[in-house]
């Protein structure tokens, strides 16, 4: 089972930049499928972007294409989320997640995921 810790949450200004990190622990190996996902306040958890760990093949929600990128580093194994253009509307609490199972696309179903992180905050300020 992979164990997931993510960082570099914070505050930042509208149209600033912010670089979120997962790092992962345990067995990840080329299966594996891992994502970013996010929950704005009062809202429902979303799916953000997603990377096949072996091939580093990407998929990014319509919301955050051409802002967001998503990239992995095997030597470390962590996956990181680079979020440039950072709008208000982006403010949530993003998870890490990861499956063996799942590909980029159907990765967008949350309650396919097997596993997550434990989230971290990002607020956008107008």
């Known amino acids: 089972q992979v164990q997931l810790v993510e960082s570099g949450g914070g505050l930042v200004q509208a149209g600033g930049s912010l670089r979120l990190s997962c790092a992962a622990s345990g067995r990840t190996d080329s299966t594996y499928t891992m994502g970013w996902f996010r929950q704005p306040p009062g809202k429902e958890r979303e799916f953000v972007a997603a990377?096949?760990?072996?091939?580093?093949?990407?998929y990014l929600a319509d919301s955050v294409k051409g802002r967001f990128t998503i990239s992995r580093d095997k030597a470390k194994n962590t996956v990181y989320l680079q979020m440039n253009a950072v709008k208000p509307e982006d403010t949530a609490v993003y998870y890490c997640a990861a499956d063996r199972f799942l590909t980029l696309t159907t990765m967008k179903n949350p309650t396919a995921v097997g596993a997550w992180g434990q989230g971290t905050q990002v607020t956008g300020s107008a």
């Open positions: 990377i096949r760990w072996s091939g580093g093949m990407t």
